[in-house]
């Protein structure tokens, strides 16, 4: 094994054999900027990733209160000392010129400098005329999965009690709402039930749609080291491109797009018809059986290899491989989540492991993902379009907890309706009826569908529109007051990753300029509107991270996300700790339901579920009917063919997606130059099959069409599946003369300028992958190579070779070096 | 003999007015998303009664034809598209949504009343064809009604409070 490493060209760095049931071996991933050596660093920081859902724990290197560098932490349980590409290069950005220092407020049309005083000013006025004159209707927030615990739980509880406006959701909304709704359909309530440490027991591992080399590219790293050690995994993966997880698995499958639940439907049909299953834990933990049993019985692997096109033998591998494992690991991400029929298809995973019995023990487990780092916490905290703590919202006694907790009046929270999801605020806006919207953290006018509504929405006048940001993101141009924020690194607070495993992250550096934390800012608003709770007391009572983290303490407390029995003291130096954390697991908790479901009964459930097709609500009557005794609900469902068919004018399926190097809309890593370098513009994938036919080749710039708008980029010539496009959505326009969007001299450049509005009707997630596209040839590459990584889902054809490798060159070496268990294991390379 | 073709017939023409109402709610509300797909899904599930229920009639030496072009082409479509999107800043074609979807939450009322008075006279009578094709399309009419009793449910506070 190599001390240093190009972790651009080698984004996953060397290999430790990692036996089964095996502890995963420490491998400590260190980079620090030219010319400092680890004796050099003043102080080592305390952090975890804030770049991805994985949650790797990390220590942040300072020297004369600047950040220079980071290194692994070797004993969290995520990542055992490493570090992905983003984490390690990531944090550079924090440092960039262009960081928003000053409040700035529109005046004449322009934003300019201001000072906190007349930009808070400005926000707390329209919002008490706005409460006057319209009510609290007319304001929304939207928020992220970027933050930190402790600033969605004060702005859960700002905007639900103080305001008392129901329009409060997260760009989560785009990335995990389907995770979400697919658990509380399935167990009743949000939560996570399986466990990274499941990787190290799995004797199969099933990835759904989930591109695990690039989402949560440490994890992959551990099963390239299961892969080379003993009694290795076989992989199953699920996915049109040919991912690095593709390249590896036992069987790939590259279905039809917007197909996944008639080929899940056929898993599960041969998973029943071979009596692979487990009528034990049926009996004992489920109800639902016979109805999906009988709605699967026609989903034959031939039924299925017409609809998403592979080859029915194919189809019975995958089930042979499912149906055979001992102990069968799923993942699932994006390509189900973001797809036709999210919540339908993301459920049927779920029913695989009910079926067979294959949840709650070491390698048996699911993991419904998340794409950002602080989703969870947006989920849990009540800032994603449900209540606080997994609270439902129908349920009179779980609002009259929570109004305890605040106290305040139950009829203070709104509980009408379901809080109101990110897309449905849009419309509200559009149309007139939402009059601000206090955006957090994100950027939609980039990472929306159909941006031209997007920004025209936002360029309403009649809208107020606060942005509260660390760069001038393209939404922010649009504001009419932009807030100064302080992030990673600057601030202190706790975040939770898609395994739920909870991690402290200190403050190293000072924020630049007048830049705050979002904390303060929430809190100052608080202050300037003197919310106050039902005797008259202020209602948010706390003042800084530590004291929002015991206040979110008391709102978790017999909750499922139980947070009581953590403290600040007991994660400041140690690794993360999985909740619920309380009396009964002190040491947190490592899976969910090893002893039966727990959640699920009516007066405990935080949904009562909804029409897969429809959306439609259950009420509480006929789930107490259909669950009295709180099961686990096997949901079945049929395939619906997507809502936009190709036809001669867009022959094309488009998908969207992500690249190892950037993440979310580029305002962190396209400033970080390693990253930003290995994937710097937008490009086009198509296969090699109609690359010939097309008469395009590697290079050519070409234009993406469907009926809301064009980009345009540089081909790269793929083992994608034939017929299909996929667009990395990545890119904007504020590293474009453009500025905020196309115009005459800048061609459109972000993929959400052809993508859809249309969402799964019970996660409310937009579907990112399912439309119908044309593609035009604008000019010959000459020799021009596209922009496209070489490392990646990305990789050219073998057929198509390109003019160059990714690398990264000097300034993307990275040290490694063996863990304190290191030696015993021996066998590196 | 006579009162199951009376029955067939009636909703036979319910559930084709209720394809017209949620095409038409489908198009007149191109700029509510969700409410322009999933009106456009249930759908299919009142052309599939139609089908069923004209198959089942031939039984009885009565001809009801089959569902109407899906195509959603014609000029009142496309009228409606156009005053959709030209009406998409306005708020009031709110208040005229939560009409549209009472009315069709009305339509499929109508439907499931009438699925219930053919599954009785299927017992009544052994007709166990009828009773299989009653059990097996209900339960669509049905979630038709949660469909749009549920948005109607969430839409009406802001649309009504914003006025």
């Known amino acids: ?829 | 003999m006579n009162g199951i073709k009376i029955a067939l017939r009636i909703l036979h023409h319910g559930e084709r007015n209720l394809i017209g109402e949620l095409m038409s709610l489908s198009e007149r509300h191109r700029t509510e998303h969700e409410i322009h797909h999933v009106a456009t899904d249930v759908a299919a599930w009142s052309r599939e009664h139609v089908q069923r229920l004209a198959d089942a009639a031939a039984h009885y030496d009565l001809d009801l034809g089959g569902p109407p072009d899906d195509s959603s082409d014609g000029l009142l479509a496309t009228l409606r598209k156009k005053a959709s999107d030209v009406m998409g800043h306005r708020p009031e074609p709110g208040l005229l949504l939560l009409r549209d979807l009472r009315e069709v939450h009305l339509a499929a009322t109508h439907n499931s009343l009438h699925w219930e008075m053919l599954a009785q006279t299927a017992q009544a009578s052994k007709d166990t064809r009828l009773l299989t094709l009653a059990s097996s399309c209900h339960p669509q009419t049905l979630r038709q009604m949660r469909w749009t009793n549920t948005m109607i449910k969430n839409l009406s506070p802001q649309v009504f409070t914003s006025l």
């Open chain 1, 1 to 829: 094994m190599e001390s240093s490493v190009d972790r651009i060209g080698d984004p996953w760095g060397s290999r430790v054999p990692h036996g089964r049931h095996e502890p995963w071996p420490a491998r400590v991933d260190t980079y620090l900027t030219d010319g400092v050596r680890p004796d050099m660093v003043q102080e080592w920081v305390q952090a975890a990733s804030i770049l991805h859902s994985d949650g790797d724990a990390m220590d942040i290197a300072v020297i004369d209160g600047r950040m220079v560098g980071v290194r692994g932490r070797e004993i969290d349980r995520v990542n055992r000392g490493r570090l992905g590409p983003k984490d390690l290069f990531g944090w550079q950005a924090n440092a960039s010129s262009d960081r928003l220092t000053r409040p700035l407020v529109r005046e004449d049309g322009r934003l300019v400098e201001t000072d906190w005083e007349t930009a808070m000013h400005r926000v707390v006025s329209r919002s008490r005329e706005l409460l006057s004159e319209r009510g609290p209707g007319s304001i929304g927030f939207y928020t992220t999965g970027q933050l930190f615990l402790e600033e969605y739980y004060t702005l859960a509880v700002l905007a639900r009690a103080g305001l008392g406006t129901n329009h409060l959701d997260g760009n989560t909304r785009l990335c995990t709402s389907t995770a979400a709704e697919a658990l509380k359909e399935t167990f009743g309530c949000d939560g996570q039930p399986g466990s990274y440490d499941d990787i190290d027991h799995a004797d199969v591992i099933a990835l759904f749609g989930h591109n695990l080399a690039e989402t949560q590219p440490v994890q992959w790293m551990r099963i390239l080291d299961r892969l080379e050690g003993t009694d290795p995994p076989r992989l199953l993966c699920v996915d049109p491109r040919p991912t690095q997880v593709a390249r590896a698995a036992t069987v790939h499958l590259a279905p039809r797009v917007g197909t996944n639940v008639a080929l899940l439907n056929a898993l599960l049909h041969e998973t029943i018809r071979h009596g692979r299953i487990d009528r034990a834990y049926i009996q004992a933990h489920t109800v639902g059986f016979e109805e999906l049993a009988a709605r699967v019985e026609d989903c034959t692997p031939e039924w299925a290899a017409d609809i998403c096109d592979v080859p029915a033998a194919r189809i019975a591998e995958a089930a042979d491989l499912l149906g055979t494992a001992d102990r069968l690991l799923s993942t699932v991400l994006q390509g189900v989540y973001q797809s036709h029929q999210a919540t339908a298809a993301a459920v049927q995973v779920n029913n695989l492991h009910l079926i067979r019995g294959m949840l709650g023990k070491p390698g048996a487990g699911v993991l419904q993902m998340n794409g950002q780092p602080t989703a969870q916490n947006t989920r849990e905290c009540g800032a994603n379009g449900d209540l606080p703590g997994f609270r439902n919202w129908q349920n009179d006694a779980h609002v009259a907890d929570l109004a305890r907790v605040w106290n305040v009046e139950a009829a203070t929270i709104p509980h009408y309706a379901p809080p109101t999801h990110a897309m449905q605020m849009f419309r509200y806006a559009e149309q007139g009826s939402i009059r601000m919207l206090w955006i957090s953290g994100t950027n939609p006018a980039v990472s929306l569908p159909e941006l031209a509504r997007i920004r025209s929405v936002l360029s309403q006048k009649r809208l107020f529109t606060v942005v509260q940001d660390l760069f001038l993101t393209e939404t922010a141009q649009l504001a009419d007051v932009v807030l100064p924020a302080a992030t990673w690194g600057e601030k202190t607070g706790t975040f939770t990753n898609a395994d739920r495993t909870v991690h402290l992250t200190d403050k190293a550096v000072e924020p630049p300029g007048e830049a705050r934390p979002d904390l303060d800012i929430f809190l100052d608003y608080a202050a300037r509107m003197d919310f106050r709770d039902k005797d008259g007391g202020p209602l948010i009572t706390w003042h800084d991270p530590e004291s929002a983290f015991e206040a979110w303490k008391r709102c978790s407390a017999g909750r499922p996300c139980d947070y009581t029995g953590l403290t600040y003291a007991m994660l400041r130096g140690a690794g993360g700790i999985q909740w619920p954390v309380n009396e009964q697991a002190p040491e947190g908790t490592e899976r969910l339901y090893t002893d039966g479901i727990s959640w699920a009964h009516p007066d405990a459930c935080q949904d009562y579920g909804k029409d897969l097709v429809t959306g439609a609500a259950d009420s509480a009557v006929e789930y107490r009917s259909l669950n009295p005794d709180g099961k686990a609900m096997l949901k079945a469902a049929g395939f619906l063919p997507p809502h936009e068919a190709t036809s001669r004018e867009y022959p094309f399926q488009l998908t969207t997606g992500r690249t190892l190097y950037h993440f979310h809309t580029r305002t962190k890593t396209g400033r970080a130059p390693q990253l930003n370098a290995a994937a710097p513009d937008v490009w086009v994938e198509i296969s090699a099959s109609d690359a010939a036919r097309l008469d395009l080749a590697e290079g050519d710039l070409v234009k993406v069409s469907t009926p809301r708008g064009a980009l345009q980029g540089r081909l790269r010539v793929t083992d994608l599946r034939p017929g299909v496009i996929f667009v990395p959505f990545h890119y904007g326009y504020w590293d474009t003369p453009a500025g905020f969007g196309p115009d005459a001299a800048t061609p459109g450049r972000a993929a959400n300028e052809t993508t859809i509005t249309d969402w799964d009707p019970a996660s409310k997630q937009p579907l990112f992958k399912t439309a119908a596209a044309a593609l035009t040839l604008v000019e010959r590459g000459d020799g021009k190579p596209s922009p496209a990584p070489t490392t990646t889902a990305s990789a050219p054809a073998a057929t198509h070779d390109v003019p160059a490798a990714t690398t990264g060159g000097r300034t993307a070496h990275v040290s490694q070096t063996p863990g304190t268990a290191w030696g015993r294991e021996g066998n590196h390379r």
